[in-house]
């Protein structure tokens, strides 16, 4: 069973997401890996990362390169470490 992501634990979760691979992600592959992780989102998965990267963009955590596709700008360690412990406390998935 996945738990659904929604608001400031999504954000985070996708933040944590693009900063671990450290490259350009699809909203698909950002998906598949909350997946792997045992998250889902509770409404269309596209369309509720998007509205979560929005965010983070805004906070200039993540750089949209094209529609759909997206790339962290850096996180600080401590930042990433603490983003994981709001999203699954402090044995989130790394």
């Known amino acids: 069973m996945t738990?659904?992501?929604t608001g400031r634990r999504l954000r985070y979760a996708v933040a944590v997401v693009l900063h671990d691979t450290g490259r350009?992600?699809?909203l698909d592959e950002v998906a598949a890996r909350l997946h792997a992780w045992g998250y889902s989102t509770s409404v269309e998965p596209r369309k509720?990362?998007?509205d979560a990267l929005r965010w983070e963009r805004h906070r200039g955590r993540a750089i949209?390169?094209?529609r759909g596709h997206y790339r962290t700008l850096g996180l600080a360690r401590s930042t990433a470490r603490w983003m994981r412990a709001q999203v699954d406390g402090p044995a989130a998935p790394r």
């Open 24 to 26: 350009t992600m699809s």
């Open 48 to 50: 509720a990362i998007s």
């Open 3 to 5: 738990e659904a992501l």
């Open 64 to 66: 949209r390169i094209r």
